[in-house]
């Protein structure tokens, strides 16, 4: 996570510009039960900047009073070659941070019951989301200009279903992960940015305030807070370090819908 001076994140909301940054993990990264060594970066671009080389082992300093919406605690601190980096792209004093799995613990701040055990780290709300490209694709229907999936930034692209059907969809299976949901995916700046230029407009939060608010998606719902819904939150039920390590979800593996709401006055909103 990148902070600024006070140890405050950064996000595209405010920073668009993030969104031209590219990161590069080793392809061994993604292999079950791989561990970083001395020889294992995370290389990071950036249009007009050379690219800079994070260690992936455990860096030695840490940085205290680091925070993200609701959450204060410390983290790890990637060093000041990292911190030169952000500073002269964004243009103002920036550090990149690394959570500190060893000594802090951030609970989900999902409004559903079953989120509430859960953790994340430095993400939004839940630790995964999920849409469809069929519900891309039925926004992109009504759009005078398409836009990718990309600007969702779902952990969870699927294929092969109705659209906005993930939706009401309250456990799923994928391999041997099981994941729960039930509370949509409200959305704030974020998708109106674009991801390839940094560029920012009106779109797609307008189209999606036609067909996708909270007031045409639950309209008896006592009081309306003009928010537009794309995707799912989920967490997943079964997932332990130690097993979760020694098994992985491929692009291309099938998913089992295990149960669904019957309509929008059961999902969370």
Known sequence: MIVNSKGRA??????????????????????????????????IKAPGMNSVKIPMVEPPVVANGVSVWEWTGSAFDEG??????????????????????????????GNADYARSHTIKFNDWYPFQLISQESLNALNDRLLEPIKI??????????????FSEDLWNEIKINDFTFRGGELCYRCKVPTVNQETAATGSEPTQTLSTFRSDKVLRPNKEKHQGRVYMGQMLVCTNYTAAEGRKKAIRVGDAVHVLKSLSSYDHCIL
Do not use: M
């Open 80 to 109: 000041d070659e990292a911190a030169d980096w952000f500073s002269l792209f964004l243009g103002k004093p920036s550090r990149l941070v690394r959570f500190n799995e060893a000594s802090e613990s951030r609970p989900s701040s």
């Open 150 to 163: 990309n600007r969702f930034r779902a952990n969870f692209i699927v294929e092969g279903c109705e659209a």
């Open 10 to 43: 950064y996000t595209q909301r405010v920073d668009p510009k993030l969104a031209l940054i590219e990161v590069e993990l080793p392809v061994e990264a993604f292999s079950p039960c791989w561990q970083p060594n001395t020889a294992s970066f995370l290389v």
